[in-house]
């Protein structure tokens, strides 16, 4: 199992004023980075970045999501369906630049944005339109697709691992798969191990995201992480687990998931402990 830190928590788009971050995570132990994918518009941009990251001895996975309704996979309209799967090709080329293993994110909608009624069937085939069309190219590009169930206050398509492997099944490519989340299965699981079970089941569990209740410290909230993670080598589970939090730094990213302080006195006590819990649940 490798251990990897998301660097949402420092910003939306990598530069090299986050280069030392990099290098601290390093030294801490880690054994790669998620980057954020928003910024498309200079795929070459992200050479640098997996340069950045081999010169250190990291690997690397990335997070994205669809930007606005132009670019929406369950849009009523095919013109911006056709928008998300454009910009996800985009998506592809930066992360392929970067050397990302795994592309995870709810890139199914639009984040925040709500019809007021449970998925339909429309939205669920326009979405699985789109990703039967970017997997085979995140497949060529050398990217796995790891797609990424929200709590019900952030999306509405997919909300549980139930859902998630469904839709994997109805997208039907090798290469597509979905992830775990702590944070959101600590909303809209009835049991966070039994979940664990249904979507390891599917043969599609592509990336596992470590988060805390709160979005802080893991280890200092209460979710049963540490159980989590045993349970998830118990299973054979042997992918990335990535923290994942999330301050004030990002107002968009802070809008988007309703974090609107920080909930720890520094980012480094966030890595430190952070992999700390993680190294020795997995001991």
């Not at 997996?50 to 132009?70: R, S």
């Not at 923290?243 to 809008?255: C, H, N, Q, V």
Request: glycine share 8%; hydrophobic share 40%.
């Amino acid at each position: 199992m490798k251990i990897g830190f998301n660097l949402l928590l420092y910003s939306g788009h990598i530069t090299e004023a986050n280069y030392p971050v990099i290098e601290k995570l390093k030294a801490t132990g880690y054994d790669g980075v998620e980057v954020p994918i928003f910024d498309v518009s200079n795929p070459a941009h992200f050479k640098g970045i997996g340069q950045v990251l081999k010169d250190n001895g990291l690997e690397c996975t990335a997070v994205t999501v669809l930007p606005d309704e132009a670019h929406n996979a369950i849009s009523p309209v095919a013109a911006n369906r056709q928008g998300a799967i454009d910009h996800l090709k985009r998506v592809i080329e930066c992360a392929h630049n970067a050397g990302v293993q795994t592309l995870c994110g709810p890139y199914y909608q639009v984040l925040g944005q709500f019809t007021g009624a449970f998925p339909s069937e429309a939205e669920l085939a326009g979405a699985a339109e789109v990703h039967r069309a970017i997997a085979p190219i995140a497949e060529a590009a050398g990217v796995k697709c790891a797609i990424e169930a929200l709590n019900r206050f952030e999306a509405h398509l997919l909300n549980t691992m139930e859902q998630a492997a469904a839709y994997v099944k109805r997208v039907d490519h090798p290469n597509f798969g979905t992830m775990y989340d702590t944070f959101h299965a600590n909303i809209e699981e009835k049991s966070p191990i039994a979940a664990i079970d249904t979507v390891f089941a599917s043969g599609k569990l592509n990336h596992v995201h470590i988060s805390e209740n709160d979005r802080g410290t893991p280890g200092r909230g209460h979710i049963n992480i540490v159980e989590q993670i045993k349970h998830l080598k118990k299973i054979g589970y042997d992918g990335w687990m990535t923290i994942e939090a999330f301050g004030s730094a990002l107002p968009d990213l802070a809008a988007a998931t309703r974090v609107w302080r920080d909930f720890f006195p520094s980012t480094e006590q966030v890595y430190t402990e952070g992999f700390a819990l993680i190294k020795n649940a997995l001991a």
